[in-house]
């Protein structure tokens, strides 16, 4: 008898506690951790493991796009914004397709964080002339490798949390760009010039000038990392 009590005080406890509103798994109006920014990469054949890694660390949701070169418009419904690595297998050109729905995407309010070589490859081979109208600099003539020192220049998402000046690794390379008229110069590197710039084009965009592991693997420190999530944070908060 006393064990039957127990089942059936147990029963009763069980059936209350799943009717309690916000209980529930399936209770549509209990508390839900909040689902991080969507993020389509675009690879260059090898920066994307590592970039990947870090942002799903972060707490985003990242899908792989493929190739940089190789795209033409495919998964954009649904992402918030576009990291594009044009790093390792370098100087390719992409589809008009492709070009033209990140065009679009980011008209329509999506985040696009770009890198090198993008620029050098609008200058030196005359591709990318659909992308270029939304990237907010322009190629110096010049490109390099080596470490050199990140200065913030000015309190941003961008460079939230970072030191006011930071020394990359020796593995880094890039080219020497500006930023265009109506462009915002983030962070300025003392070898390669613009090193983050930024503008809105309907959603946000960010040029990082930087060829991801084109040159070595090891390039990436906490700062480079931190630097490469507040980016991705500030391009994929759209109508902000």
């Not at 008009?96 to 200058?123: H, K, R």
């Not at 490109?143 to 006011?164: A, F, I, N, R």
């Not at 930087?210 to 630097?227: K, V």
Request: proline share 3%; glycine share 14%.
């Amino acid at each position: 008898m006393q064990a039957n009590r127990k089942l059936l005080l147990f029963l009763i406890l069980a059936l209350s506690w799943a009717v309690l509103p916000g209980c529930g798994d399936d209770d549509p109006t209990g508390p839900r951790k909040p689902a991080g920014p969507t993020i389509l990469i675009l690879s260059d054949g090898g920066t994307e493991g590592h970039v990947a890694s870090t942002l799903r660390a972060a707490g985003y949701s990242v899908r792989d796009g493929g190739l940089f070169y190789e795209f033409k418009g495919e998964g954009l419904a649904d992402v918030d914004a576009v990291v594009l690595l044009a790093g390792v297998d370098y100087n390719h050109d992409m589809d008009d397709v492709g070009e033209g729905a990140l065009v679009a995407f980011v008209n329509a309010g999506g985040g696009l964080l770009a890198t090198e070589w993008l620029n050098y490859s609008i200058s030196r081979a005359n591709y990318h002339q659909v992308l270029k109208s939304i990237l907010p600099v322009t190629y110096g003539g010049r490109y390099g490798s080596g470490s050199e020192t990140y200065s913030m220049l000015t309190s941003h998402e961008v460079t939230k949390g970072l030191p006011d000046s930071f020394v990359t690794k020796s593995g880094m390379e890039y080219s020497v760009i500006g930023p265009r008229s109506g462009a915002t110069q983030l962070v300025w590197g003392s070898r390669s010039g613009a090193a983050v710039v930024g503008w809105t084009k309907g959603g946000r965009v960010v040029s990082w000038n930087m060829a991801g592991q084109y040159g070595s693997d090891d390039i990436w420190n906490e700062d480079l990392d931190r630097l490469l999530v507040n980016c991705t944070h500030y391009v994929s908060r759209r109508g902000e």
